[in-house]
């Protein structure tokens, strides 16, 4: 006698195309012809131990959804932008619209020494702008040698 298998089973593998075609797609560049292109502005860096409180940043948005450019003195690697909620999360205002994630060559700020090996930049868009706010890898304790750099208050205008 041959034993059915739980209904939850059966579900799941009826289900299975479906969820890999939506993986599939989820796949594909979020990047609208209105968010292509050069975005620069400034960030508050909000860590006491750091001396220097602009943080510059300069962003390439490619149609494909990669993302280059520069933050601070680092120059942006493996950039790509990607959506950072869904409708529930607009509802109730959680979290930000996008998130740019990459990692870093050479010093976030130079001047004093501070580099850290990724990057990420939460972004808002509303009118034609970004807002929002930018955070390194590192330890939650640590100050200059180890700390996360986090810097708020960031706004990109598109560059000419």
């Not at 289900?15 to 796949?27: G, Y």
């Not at 209105?34 to 149609?63: F, Y």
């Not at 607009?90 to 990057?119: F, H």
Request: glycine share 10%; proline share 6%; hydrophobic share 40%.
């Amino acid at each position: 006698m041959q034993k059915k298998p739980p209904a939850f089973t059966s579900l799941l593998a009826a289900a299975l195309p479906f969820l890999l075609a939506a993986a599939a797609c989820a796949e594909d560049s979020i990047v609208t012809p209105a968010m292509a292109g050069r975005w620069s502005g400034n960030a508050r860096v909000t860590d006491s131990w750091c001396r220097q409180t602009n943080l510059p940043v300069a962003l390439d948005i490619h149609p494909d959804g990669t993302v280059s450019g520069k933050v601070g003195d680092a120059r942006i690697r493996a950039g790509y932008i990607a959506r950072n909620r869904g409708w529930l999360g607009r509802t109730l205002n959680v979290k930000t619209d996008y998130v740019v994630r990459g990692t870093l060559k050479g010093p976030i700020i130079e001047a004093e020494g501070i580099a850290r090996p990724r990057i990420w930049i939460y972004l808002d868009a509303a009118n034609g702008i970004y807002t929002g706010s930018v955070e390194t890898s590192g330890t939650v304790v640590g100050g200059k040698p180890t700390e996360t750099l986090s810097a708020a208050a960031l706004k990109l205008t598109r560059a000419p």
